[in-house]
Protein backbone atom coordinates (compact mmCIF):
# COMPACT_ATOMS: atom_id res chain seq x y z
CA UNK A 1 0.00 0.00 0.00
CA UNK A 2 1.41 3.81 -1.07
CA UNK A 3 1.57 6.09 1.63
CA UNK A 4 0.00 9.42 1.27
CA UNK A 5 2.04 12.40 0.01
CA UNK A 6 3.21 14.54 3.16
CA UNK A 7 1.14 17.21 3.44
CA UNK A 8 2.72 20.74 2.94
CA UNK A 9 0.97 22.00 6.35
CA UNK A 10 3.42 20.10 8.47
CA UNK A 11 6.83 21.60 6.77
CA UNK A 12 7.90 24.23 9.24
CA UNK A 13 6.93 27.65 8.44
CA UNK A 14 9.99 29.89 7.39
CA UNK A 15 10.68 32.64 10.52
CA UNK A 16 12.36 36.16 9.46
CA UNK A 17 15.88 36.85 10.30
CA UNK A 18 16.09 38.35 13.68
CA UNK A 19 16.81 42.12 13.46
CA UNK A 20 18.71 43.75 16.33
CA UNK A 21 16.80 46.89 16.84
CA UNK A 22 19.21 49.90 18.54
CA UNK A 23 18.33 51.02 22.16
CA UNK A 24 18.32 54.68 22.09
CA UNK A 25 21.41 56.53 24.18
CA UNK A 26 20.23 57.01 27.83
CA UNK A 27 19.56 60.72 28.51
CA UNK A 28 22.12 62.25 30.46
CA UNK A 29 21.96 62.71 33.88
CA UNK A 30 20.06 66.10 34.72
CA UNK A 31 20.06 68.25 37.77
CA UNK A 32 17.64 71.39 38.52
CA UNK A 33 17.40 73.95 41.12
CA UNK A 34 14.25 75.85 41.48
CA UNK A 35 13.02 78.46 43.80
CA UNK A 36 9.77 76.66 44.73
CA UNK A 37 6.89 80.05 45.59
CA UNK A 38 4.57 79.90 48.28
CA UNK A 39 1.23 77.96 47.67
CA UNK A 40 2.30 75.63 44.86
CA UNK A 41 2.35 71.54 45.22
CA UNK A 42 5.78 69.95 44.69
CA UNK A 43 3.99 67.90 41.78
CA UNK A 44 3.52 68.58 38.25
CA UNK A 45 -0.19 67.69 37.75
CA UNK A 46 -3.29 68.59 40.15
CA UNK A 47 -6.89 67.50 39.45
CA UNK A 48 -8.18 70.76 41.46
CA UNK A 49 -6.03 73.20 39.48
CA UNK A 50 -3.50 74.78 42.26
CA UNK A 51 -0.16 75.57 40.77
CA UNK A 52 2.30 72.96 40.80
CA UNK A 53 5.96 72.70 38.98
CA UNK A 54 4.68 72.47 35.37
CA UNK A 55 3.81 76.31 35.89
CA UNK A 56 7.32 77.17 35.97
CA UNK A 57 9.73 73.96 34.83
CA UNK A 58 8.71 72.97 31.42
CA UNK A 59 11.04 70.49 31.24
CA UNK A 60 10.06 66.88 30.45
CA UNK A 61 11.22 63.32 32.10
CA UNK A 62 12.36 65.02 35.37
CA UNK A 63 10.68 64.57 38.76
CA UNK A 64 11.16 66.10 42.35
CA UNK A 65 14.44 64.70 44.35
CA UNK A 66 12.56 65.29 48.30
CA UNK A 67 9.24 67.18 48.70
CA UNK A 68 8.34 71.05 50.06
CA UNK A 69 5.23 71.53 51.59
CA UNK A 70 2.88 73.76 49.56
CA UNK A 71 3.46 76.03 52.65
CA UNK A 72 6.85 76.18 51.91
CA UNK A 73 8.93 78.27 49.94
CA UNK A 74 12.83 77.71 48.62
CA UNK A 75 15.00 75.36 47.10
CA UNK A 76 13.51 72.18 45.56
CA UNK A 77 15.58 69.86 43.38
CA UNK A 78 14.62 68.02 40.28
CA UNK A 79 16.25 65.37 38.40
CA UNK A 80 15.85 62.64 35.37
CA UNK A 81 18.42 60.45 37.13
CA UNK A 82 17.15 57.97 39.73
CA UNK A 83 19.68 56.95 41.81
CA UNK A 84 20.43 60.71 42.34
CA UNK A 85 17.21 61.09 43.00
CA UNK A 86 17.42 58.29 45.64
CA UNK A 87 20.42 59.87 47.44
CA UNK A 88 18.99 63.33 47.55
CA UNK A 89 15.64 62.23 49.16
CA UNK A 90 16.60 59.23 51.34
CA UNK A 91 17.19 59.81 54.51
CA UNK A 92 19.44 57.47 55.21
CA UNK A 93 22.16 59.44 53.70
CA UNK A 94 21.66 62.22 55.90
CA UNK A 95 22.23 64.65 53.33
CA UNK A 96 21.86 68.19 55.11
CA UNK A 97 19.32 70.77 54.80
CA UNK A 98 19.36 74.11 55.74
CA UNK A 99 16.22 76.04 56.24
CA UNK A 100 15.58 79.84 57.48
CA UNK A 101 12.64 79.71 59.42
CA UNK A 102 10.40 82.80 61.20
CA UNK A 103 9.13 81.66 64.37
CA UNK A 104 6.58 83.77 66.71
CA UNK A 105 8.61 84.43 70.01
CA UNK A 106 12.10 85.22 70.91
CA UNK A 107 14.13 82.03 70.81
CA UNK A 108 15.83 81.43 74.45
CA UNK A 109 19.31 79.70 74.60
CA UNK A 110 17.11 76.57 76.72
CA UNK A 111 14.94 75.91 72.94
CA UNK A 112 17.92 76.23 70.87
CA UNK A 113 19.47 73.84 73.02
CA UNK A 114 16.58 71.63 72.52
CA UNK A 115 16.21 71.51 69.46
CA UNK A 116 20.21 70.72 68.99
CA UNK A 117 20.04 67.84 70.78
CA UNK A 118 16.59 66.54 69.20
CA UNK A 119 13.45 67.20 70.10
CA UNK A 120 10.28 64.67 70.80
CA UNK A 121 7.71 64.16 67.86
CA UNK A 122 4.86 62.52 67.93
CA UNK A 123 6.72 59.85 65.77
CA UNK A 124 9.92 59.64 68.09
CA UNK A 125 12.56 61.84 68.62
CA UNK A 126 14.55 63.62 65.83
CA UNK A 127 17.85 63.68 65.05
CA UNK A 128 19.95 66.31 67.08
CA UNK A 129 19.80 69.72 64.51
CA UNK A 130 22.30 72.88 64.14
CA UNK A 131 20.31 75.85 65.77
CA UNK A 132 21.14 79.55 65.81
CA UNK A 133 19.16 82.62 65.78
CA UNK A 134 19.75 84.97 62.60
CA UNK A 135 19.38 88.36 61.67
CA UNK A 136 16.25 88.91 59.58
CA UNK A 137 17.56 87.77 56.14
CA UNK A 138 16.64 89.41 52.57
CA UNK A 139 14.24 87.84 51.06
CA UNK A 140 11.67 88.30 48.40
CA UNK A 141 8.60 89.34 49.40
CA UNK A 142 6.11 86.41 49.97
CA UNK A 143 2.77 86.43 48.40
CA UNK A 144 0.68 86.68 50.44
CA UNK A 145 2.23 88.31 53.48
CA UNK A 146 2.73 86.54 56.56
CA UNK A 147 -0.22 87.18 58.87
CA UNK A 148 1.61 88.45 61.96
CA UNK A 149 -0.19 89.34 65.71
CA UNK A 150 1.41 92.96 66.39
CA UNK A 151 1.67 91.83 70.34
CA UNK A 152 3.81 89.13 69.46
CA UNK A 153 7.22 89.58 68.51
CA UNK A 154 9.29 87.36 65.85
CA UNK A 155 12.73 86.18 65.10
CA UNK A 156 14.08 84.33 62.52
CA UNK A 157 16.45 80.68 63.08
CA UNK A 158 18.48 79.00 60.63
CA UNK A 159 18.41 75.32 61.15
CA UNK A 160 20.03 72.33 59.68
CA UNK A 161 18.62 68.94 59.87
CA UNK A 162 19.66 65.40 58.41
CA UNK A 163 16.36 63.95 57.73
CA UNK A 164 13.16 64.03 56.08
CA UNK A 165 10.27 63.88 57.64
CA UNK A 166 6.98 64.88 57.05
CA UNK A 167 6.54 68.96 58.29
CA UNK A 168 9.57 68.15 59.97
CA UNK A 169 10.78 71.41 60.63
CA UNK A 170 7.32 73.22 61.74
CA UNK A 171 6.83 70.41 64.73
CA UNK A 172 10.13 70.70 65.75
CA UNK A 173 9.59 74.43 66.24
CA UNK A 174 6.05 73.97 67.59
CA UNK A 175 7.47 71.48 70.24
CA UNK A 176 9.74 73.71 72.01
CA UNK A 177 6.99 76.39 71.70
CA UNK A 178 7.94 78.53 68.76
CA UNK A 179 5.27 78.20 65.93
CA UNK A 180 6.81 78.47 62.61
CA UNK A 181 5.32 81.50 60.38
CA UNK A 182 7.32 81.44 57.37
CA UNK A 183 9.90 78.67 56.10
CA UNK A 184 12.34 79.05 53.58
CA UNK A 185 14.50 76.14 52.55
CA UNK A 186 17.97 77.73 51.58
CA UNK A 187 20.38 74.78 50.99
CA UNK A 188 20.17 70.96 50.14
CA UNK A 189 24.02 69.51 50.66
CA UNK A 190 26.42 71.47 48.47
CA UNK A 191 23.20 73.58 46.53
CA UNK A 192 21.80 76.62 47.10
CA UNK A 193 19.34 78.78 45.93
CA UNK A 194 22.39 81.07 45.52
CA UNK A 195 20.35 84.22 43.90
CA UNK A 196 17.31 82.45 42.14
CA UNK A 197 13.67 84.56 42.46
CA UNK A 198 10.73 82.57 43.11
CA UNK A 199 9.88 80.97 40.46
CA UNK A 200 13.16 80.60 38.69
CA UNK A 201 15.23 77.90 37.94
CA UNK A 202 19.14 76.84 36.36
CA UNK A 203 20.58 73.60 35.14
CA UNK A 204 23.93 72.79 37.83
CA UNK A 205 26.69 69.68 37.76
CA UNK A 206 24.21 66.48 38.86
CA UNK A 207 27.64 65.63 40.39
CA UNK A 208 27.30 64.36 44.45
Known sequence: MSRPPRSASRRPASRPAPRRVAKAPPAQPRLILLNKPFDVLTQFNDSEGRATLKDFVEVTGVYPAGRLDRDSEGL????????????????????????????????????????????????????????????????????????????????????????????????????????????????IGPWSLDGLQPGQWRDVSPDL
Open 76 to 187: LLLTNDGRLQARIADPRHKLPKTYWVQVEGEPSDEQLEQLRKGVQLNDGPTLPAEARRLDEPQLWERNPPVRFRKSVPTAWLELVIREGRNRQVRRMTAAVGLPTLRLVRVR
